[in-house]
């Protein structure tokens, strides 16, 4: 019954597209044209056989996957036939999608990648004061008195030199409680973990490797496992080789290479010596909140019995400490980049919007023969969403360069950088937004085409798809696209001001032409007590004998690179101050040479001498802010500060000069207490054994390129002694870059999406004044025919585009004074809602739109008045 009313249908089609093709020739022939040729262009223009069948077919039965899958293909078939639009309309979308594709691979890794551990989201990290690193006593009383926890070790920070081959290396390590590598659950590749009692004086002299070192110093050897090696100058035994994705070391600039049992037996009532990293990890069931809670209790105990010593004790989770720093601009590289996609689906969708107009016989037909509209939106969306899998395919391969160029370009500073790659995840998600994109952009023009009115399409040849609904549409895209472009526009802006007020920021130093690099002599003869006070100055000759080196100097840990050691001090004549009330200072120890080759002023007083021996008084410079607060209105000089508690009898430092603040460890970071001791007269820098004191910074300024001084710089020490290891050797230029390197990385990234976004938009305006020209040319034809001038035509065609960019602009304003607020913490000197950042982006923006909106408008005041009646 059914197959008997289809054919009965088709009949009736049948006759009603003939009835269609008779009406529109016999109105070819009153126009004048033969009745034969009228015939057979109606025929041509609506006698599509098979697109009536195609139709008649899908209005009595369901859709089925077969018949997707051919409107699929009629889709890719609409492509081809129009390479011009296909070309530009999946390039807009590859830009777009490739954009998103690349940054949500960052943040991927990044933030949402689970960290490689067994159980990564019970591990949690305790911060005393925010951030500072934690007391040996406070660490044991925090581990026997909380419950929250299954299990908590500590982490600390280890250099060791390596001796054992030809060429001696400082590696950057852990001495770390047996607990840590049990609880982040990855076994080792070769050997076993650390025993319990292997974290005790005497037996603690055991390693594990990373497989990079491992790789680099041993050649993969397995037999390196069992063996030993000279570390400081004493034997260790290699217990085991970690994975070669293992990395272990999350606050500090490098992975750590190597990894020893942390003795605390010695240090076990020490609550002044801040030095350790805690980690934990929870109890199943319990969170990172009731921990907290609850080590706040107990820390609020401790407190009482120790005034001083636990306040303001947190607990993080693990995820969050490592890419805590990064997170907001990442969001906000994200959020980005989805404005970039916003647009250029807009910018297709008027491009869809465009091209239905010159569809609308075709899609009158199809509801002539019987489509519902149902069907027109499906047909529609299908070519939409093929379009957007293109353009998908097209922007995952831009995406996987555009990644591969901004891995390039990244600083190393960025953590988890490493992890970085296109995955099945953002694979997936890729996929996932190419098929909503596919239907944003195709929605509006589908319901737009698919409401065509039938006799009028087949009449007027699609006039009726240039109407007043179409136009209004495309200048709601096009001024969408405007205020999406501006808001991104503002956020480079700004970024861009912060950038520019972060160069002018004065460091308190000259770093051009400045190398830098660190001797150390753990573990060599020259860390016998008294030979660092020959071997130093004897370094410093060397450097300063070299040819094109003006002056060298010394320090223990250079600004901004370097560690930074604070320790609380005494003032002479005050009041001794409460516990945990004592004020705390940088501590530097530098020779006589540093200043001048830094550059950092002497603003008053005088240097460190080679007479500031440890037999001499011991002599102190201090800074600025030091000066100010210490001794508002008064003369430092003279005056005495210690660094010994206030149980010991004081050794009292003169203050000999005040020095200009200098960055410290972050470069935007307001000044804070410093101060300078000569390094002669430290005994712990000039005679202790320990690696993280037995070491030096030094400093040499050169009239060339300091990059290319390096190789002398190496082979004067070790014509002093072959067996001292030289590492960190870099320019300062480097380290000031390196500093600025997040910033300046994250503001580029911010203004080329914004440039691409503004130049969408642009494309957007263009495309829709131009098409609006092209539709209206009998209009304006009319218009010039009684007398206007081109002039006047050129600023009625620019006063419509210039009126979508102003809508668009204030709608672009609102939204940035709102959404700006969010890049509150990545701003330095310059507020959100800068009002010079927003008055020039908006007049950038207007004078784009001003360029594209005239090339239309030219084109429309060269109209010939006779030629476009005429085409009518």
């Known amino acids: 019954m059914l197959d008997l009313f289809r054919k009965r249908r088709e009949r009736e089609l049948d006759e009603e597209i003939r009835m269609h093709v008779r009406m529109a020739a016999a109105e070819r022939v009153a126009r004048g044209e033969d009745p034969e040729e009228a015939l057979a262009a109606a025929r041509r223009e609506l006698g599509n056989e098979a697109l009536v069948k195609e139709v008649t077919r899908a209005q009595w039965r369901f859709p089925r996957l077969s018949e997707v899958a051919r409107d699929a293909r009629y889709g890719l078939r609409m492509l081809r036939r129009s390479p011009g639009f296909a070309a530009v309309a999946i390039l807009t979308l590859a830009l777009g999608i490739g954009a998103n594709t690349a940054i949500l691979s960052v943040v991927n890794a990044i933030l949402l990648r689970p960290l490689g551990y067994a159980d990564p989201g019970r591990l949690v990290v305790l911060l005393h004061r925010g951030y500072n690193p934690v007391a040996p006593a406070n660490f044991l009383d925090w581990k026997s008195r909380a419950r929250s926890f299954e299990t908590m070790g500590a982490a600390e920070a280890w250099s060791a030199n390596l001796t054992s081959g030809d060429t001696p290396e400082k590696l950057s390590a852990l001495r770390m409680t047996p607990e840590i590598l049990p609880m982040l659950g990855v076994p080792p590749l070769a050997g076993r973990f650390f025993s319990g009692d292997e974290a005790s004086a005497g037996r603690d002299h055991v390693v594990l490797l990373s497989h990079g070192l491992w790789k680099r110093r041993f050649g993969s050897d397995p037999n390196a496992v069992g063996s030993t090696v000279t570390l400081n100058g004493e034997s260790y035994a290699v217990i085991g080789v970690m994975p070669p994705d293992f990395a272990f070391a999350p606050f500090w600039a490098t992975d750590a290479e190597m990894w020893a049992p942390l003795d605390l037996s010695k240090r076990a009532g020490n609550r002044e010596g801040s030095s350790l990293r805690v980690f ?401 007269q430290r005994p712990a820098l000039m005679n202790s054994r320990h690696p993280q004191e037995a070491y030096a910074t030094f400093v040499v300024r050169t009239d060339g390129d300091p990059a290319a001084l390096a190789p002398s710089l190496r082979a004067a020490v070790r014509s002093l002694d072959p067996t001292l290891p030289v590492s960190a050797v870099q320019t300062m230029p480097e380290i000031v870059a390196q500093a600025n390197g997040r910033v300046r990385f994250q503001t580029w990234l911010l203004a080329v999406f914004a440039a691409a976004a503004a130049l969408l938009a642009a494309v957007g305006i263009y495309g829709v004044l131009s098409y609006a020209v092209s539709k209206r040319s009998r209009e304006i034809g009319v218009r010039m025919a009684l007398g206007a001038r081109p002039a006047e035509v050129l600023r009625l065609v620019v006063g419509q585009g210039m009126a979508v960019a102003a809508a668009g602009a204030g709608g672009g304003l609102a939204a940035a004074l709102v959404l700006t607020r969010l890049m509150r913490s990545l701003l330095y000197g310059v507020p959100p809602t800068d009002p010079t950042t927003y008055a020039a982006v908006a007049a950038g923006l207007l004078s784009i739109a001003f360029v594209a909106s005239y090339l239309p408008a030219r084109r429309a005041a060269r109209i010939d008045p006779a030629a476009a009646l005429r085409a009518e």
């Open 280 to 680: 934990a990890c929870l109890r199943k069931g319990v969170s990172a909140a009731s921990a907290g809670r609850e080590v706040a209790a107990v820390t609020a105990v401790l407190e009482r019995e120790f005034p001083g010593t636990n306040r303001d004790v947190r607990v993080i989770p693990l995820l969050e400490k490592v890419v805590g720093n990064v997170r907001p601009a990442l969001l906000v590289l994200l959020g980005a980049v989805g404005l970039v996609l916003l647009i250029a689906c807009a910018n297709v969708a008027n491009m869809l919007l465009a091209r239905s107009s010159a569809r609308q016989r075709e899609i009158a037909l199809r509801a002539a023969i019987g489509a519902g509209r149902g069907r027109l939106i499906r047909q529609l969306l299908t070519e939409s969403v093929v379009l957007a899998c293109v353009g998908g395919a097209a922007g995952i391969a831009l995406g996987a360069w555009g990644l591969k160029a901004l891995l390039a370009v990244a600083p190393e500073s960025i953590p988890r950088l490493h992890d970085v790659r296109l995955d099945l995840r953002v694979l997936f998600a890729t996929l996932g937004v190419s098929l909503l994109t596919g239907i944003a952009f195709g929605l509006a023009p589908a319901l737009q085409a698919s409401a065509t009115r039938i006799a009028r399409a087949l009449k007027e040849g699609g006039a009726a798809g240039a109407g007043r609904e179409g136009g209004r549409m495309r200048r709601v895209f096009a001024a969408l696209e405007v205020a999406v472009a501006l808001v991104l526009l503002v956020g480079a802006g700004l970024m861009t001001r912060s950038f520019v007020a972060l160069q002018k920021i004065d460091p308190g130093f000259d770093p051009r032409g400045v190398v830098t690099l660190e001797v150390s002599v753990a573990g060599t003869e020259q860390a016998e007590p008294g030979r660092r006070a020959v071997l130093y100055p004897q370094i410093l000759e060397r450097f300063r004998a070299l040819p094109g080196v003006r002056t060298a100097g010394a320090i223990n840990h250079i600004p901004i690179a370097g560690d930074i050691w604070g320790l609380p001090y005494l003032v002479e004549g005050r009041p001794i101050p409460r516990p945990g009330e004592t004020p705390t200072a940088t501590y530097r120890a530098v020779m006589p040479g540093y200043f001048e080759t830094m550059r950092i002023p002497i603003l008053r007083g005088r240097d460190v001498s080679p007479g500031d021996t440890a037999a001499a008084p011991g002599v102190v410079l201090v800074n600025e802010f030091l000066a100010r607060r210490t001794w508002p209105g008064e003369d430092p000089i003279g005056k005495r500060i210690a660094f010994d508690g206030p149980d010991d009898d004081p050794s009292w430092l003169t203050v000999i000069g005040v020095v200009r603040n200098v960055v410290r460890a972050e470069w935007s970071d307001e000044p804070e207490d410093e101060a300078y001791l000569a390094l002669p």
